[in-house]
């Protein structure tokens, strides 16, 4: 089995305050990976070391690179549309993804708009907050890349659709991707994860195989994980 991930004792801080420490991570390719932890805990930072957007201590290698430039060539990152003024369309904005992105795969992100009801000619300041986070999922996921980095993808998509997305994300990822989501809604992608990675107390409390959790602690992992939060699970 070839590992996306490698992290080694990567440690980050932000104005003198630890914000991550001694973080070794290994994901292996073509798996679907649950990023869990408390608002603050360091999920996105733990994203932005992976992309090289944040330096921290250590070494980072994707795919076996460690070289930030090569790197963000094997990710694909739901990155906010900051970078881009309201006035923009979307239209402007995939063929800005597809100038910059060899990978960018236009088939494959027109079937996520048809997916995803979006309507491409639209500016962004037309958009509500679900219907942008549907954009960034589409950009996102048409991308033919190694590793998925998807960041609370679904928070302002309402519950229909996001049950749809969820079922169905295994569709868009190619199948040797390794797919990494941070949510809220544990028990509503529980399902379709592979393997689970817990940030809690500034590092990686834990990284294990979903199907562990119930077979050992004979819980879903959302009360595996509310659990470490009032002082551990108790076994059967
Ligand atoms: N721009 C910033 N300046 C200073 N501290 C920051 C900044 N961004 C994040 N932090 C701090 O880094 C820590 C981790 O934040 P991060 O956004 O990675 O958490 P998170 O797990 O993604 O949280 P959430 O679930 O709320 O999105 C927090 O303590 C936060 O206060």
């Given at each position: 089995m070839t590992n996306v991930l490698a992290m080694n004792q990567v440690s980050y801080k932000r104005n003198l305050k630890?914000?991550?420490?001694?973080v070794d991570l290994t994901l292996e390719t073509g798996k679907i990976i649950g990023l869990l932890g408390e608002n603050g805990a360091g999920k996105t930072t733990l994203m932005r070391l992976i992309t090289g957007s944040a330096k921290g201590k250590g070494t980072v290698a994707v795919s076996g690179d460690t070289v930030v430039a090569n790197r963000k060539s094997h990710i694909s990152f739901s990155e906010q549309?900051?970078?881009?003024?309201?006035?923009?369309k979307l239209d402007e904005v995939i063929a800005f993804y597809q100038r910059v992105y060899v990978d960018f795969d236009p088939k494959q992100f027109t079937e996520l708009c048809t997916f995803l009801q979006i309507?491409?000619?639209?500016?962004?300041?037309?958009?509500?907050k679900g219907m942008k986070e549907k954009v960034i999922i589409a950009l996102t996921l048409a991308r033919r890349t190694n590793l998925y980095l998807l960041d609370e993808p679904f928070s302002g998509i309402d519950s229909m659709s996001r049950k749809k997305i969820i079922s169905s994300i295994i569709k868009w990822k190619p199948e040797n991707a390794t797919m990494v989501i941070s949510d809220h809604y544990v028990s509503e992608i529980a399902p379709i994860l592979d393997e689970i990675v817990i940030v809690k107390d500034q590092t990686i409390y834990t990284h294990r195989p979903a199907d562990s959790v119930r077979e050992e602690f004979g819980v879903g992992i959302e009360a595996y994980y509310e659990s470490l939060y009032k002082g551990g699970v108790q076994h059967d």
């Open positions: 630890t914000i991550l420490h001694d549309l900051h970078g881009f003024s309201n006035s923009t309507d491409t000619s639209l500016k962004l300041s037309s958009l509500s």
